[in-house]
């Protein structure tokens, strides 16, 4: 097997061969992470002719430490608070809240930038891959999916290109299934597994978002 991938969409492709099991489904929903997730997940949905949409998800930060999570909030309401934290801290439900408003915009601001009018797609019930560029520690990503937990998909597949060897371990406590193409030993940062791993722009996720929607039947 290569051990790097050309660019995203080559990854997404490489990806799709990975989750056939996924493949023609109804209930199939795939949900990159911006910016960088969306080319990969834009191959693997058009490979397994499922609707494509961003999950977009925004850190809740500790008042006064914002670098330590106390939960997270991601596309469609969903929502996740971390009980330990809370007690530890003892922040009051007043600063959650606060803390809920000001991500809440910022979340909004996003979802707008990137869907537009359109409100977000149906979790409930359906087959959710979540689609990323990689995995570096893996923190934001099961922020992401204990977030999206809180709207009762029937399953969550974690599906990136690659990640350290021990991601799967990481992960599969909140993730039904676990989907890697690479896992090389010693892992440094996602980029390094790329021959082309420029940003991905704004309008690159609106074009491919919007090109989707034409190519699913």
Do not use: W
């Amino acid at each position: 097997m290569d051990d790097r991938f050309q660019d995203r969409f080559a990854a997404g492709r490489k990806l799709a061969q990975a989750l056939q099991a996924y493949a023609h489904h109804h209930d199939v929903l795939v949900l990159a992470v911006p910016r960088g997730g969306v080319p990969v997940g834009y191959e693997v949905a058009k490979a397994l002719g499922a609707e494509l949409d961003v999950l977009i998800a925004r850190k809740l930060g500790l008042p006064g430490h914002p670098e330590l999570a106390m939960g997270a909030i991601a596309s469609g309401g969903a929502l996740y608070l971390n009980p330990d934290v809370i007690a530890i801290s003892g922040v009051s439900r007043q600063e959650i809240e606060a803390v809920l408003a000001d991500e809440r915009i910022e979340l909004q601001r996003r979802e707008t930038q990137y869907r537009g009018a359109r409100p977000p797609v149906r979790i409930d019930g359906r087959v959710v891959i979540v689609v990323d560029d990689g995995i570096a520690t893996g923190a934001s990503m099961r922020a992401a999916v204990m977030a999206l937990r809180s709207q009762h998909p029937d399953r969550i597949v974690v599906a990136v290109p690659v990640a350290p060897p021990d991601a799967k371990q990481r992960l599969g406590d909140i993730a039904d299934d676990f989907i890697c193409v690479l896992s090389p030993d010693p892992f440094y940062a996602v980029g390094q597994f790329y021959d082309t791993f420029d940003q991905t722009s704004d309008e690159e996720v609106r074009r491919l978002l919007a090109r989707s929607r034409e190519e699913t039947p």
